[in-house]
């Protein structure tokens, strides 16, 4: 024996890689994104909601555009007349020539919407022949908010073209506290968006169907039964204990400034 190691043997080639089925295809880059913005009201959701990538196409539900007034003066911001109920919004989400220009859609509110998604369901599903109901619950056991929760679901197939178009959907929600069951131990309670639970949960699957769902809430702190807040706001992009969140790209809670686009430089960069 010399000791010596004898040397590696030469490596082969790798094998030419051959051609993958028409199946497969490549990672597309990252386009339009679909937002949640939920909160307490007068926090600033709708003044967030137009700074979006512009131009910005407002169905302004709750009549929140007229009330900013000056606030929006230079902004690339456009409502969509004549949103009275559902029928009026999906034709319009359905002519989709008029869309062109658009590059964002806000809804203002989804919670609004959702209302609206209940009159036509009591309008137009009857119990029976000629036999309308005057409540959800009219239908029977969890039977009318099926109904709501289909019809809801033909709203998010609108949105998503407009989405494969290119176009961003940001939906602005108001608040709600719900009790959260714990597998591990106490329940406690938080922020949700504020639209229908239960089996047929409309607020769930608008969290699935979300890219991102942003909580915006104020700074409070409580001693001895009493808060106190300094005023200041943030937006969570990730779930805490205090309130439902999510974002596919951010991590870190952001400090929302009056007017600030910070959010929408975070999750667009450049292609503002």
């Not at 919670?111 to 009591?122: N, Y």
């Not at 009857?126 to 005057?134: K, Q």
């Amino acid at each position: 024996m010399t000791g010596k190691t004898a040397p590696p043997p030469p490596q082969q080639p790798a094998p030419p890689m051959q051609p993958l089925p028409a199946m497969f295809g490549k990672i597309e880059e990252s386009g339009a994104l679909r937002i949640g913005l939920f909160g307490p009201g007068g926090i600033g959701k709708t003044s967030l909601a137009v700074r979006a990538p512009g131009p910005v196409a407002v169905i302004d539900l709750d009549k929140s555009l007229p009330v900013l007034g000056p606030q929006l003066k230079g902004l690339d911001v456009y409502p969509v007349k004549d949103m009275t109920d559902l029928k009026s919004i999906r034709k319009a989400l359905q002519a989709t020539a008029n869309w062109s220009a658009i590059k964002t859609i806000v809804i203002d509110s989804f919670t609004r919407l959702e209302e609206l998604i209940v009159a036509h369901t009591l309008a137009t599903v009857p119990i029976s022949p000629n036999n309308f109901a005057t409540s959800v619950e009219g239908y029977g056991y969890g039977k009318g908010f099926t109904h709501v929760y289909e019809a809801f679901l033909k709203v998010l197939g609108d949105l998503d073209f407009h989405v494969s178009e290119g176009r961003n959907v940001v939906l602005v929600c108001h608040d709600c506290t719900e009790k959260v069951p714990n597998p591990t131990g106490d329940d406690w309670i938080r922020y949700e968006p504020r639209l229908q639970g239960g089996k047929a949960s409309i607020r769930l699957r608008t969290k699935e169907w979300l890219d991102h769902l942003f909580f915006i809430g104020y700074d409070v702190n409580v001693k001895k039964g009493k808060a106190t807040s300094s005023g200041s706001r943030a937006i969570y992009p990730v779930e805490q204990a205090h309130c439902m969140a999510k974002s596919r790209t951010l991590r870190d809670t952001i400090v929302y400034k009056e007017h600030s686009t910070e959010l929408w430089d975070k999750l667009f960069g450049n292609s503002k």
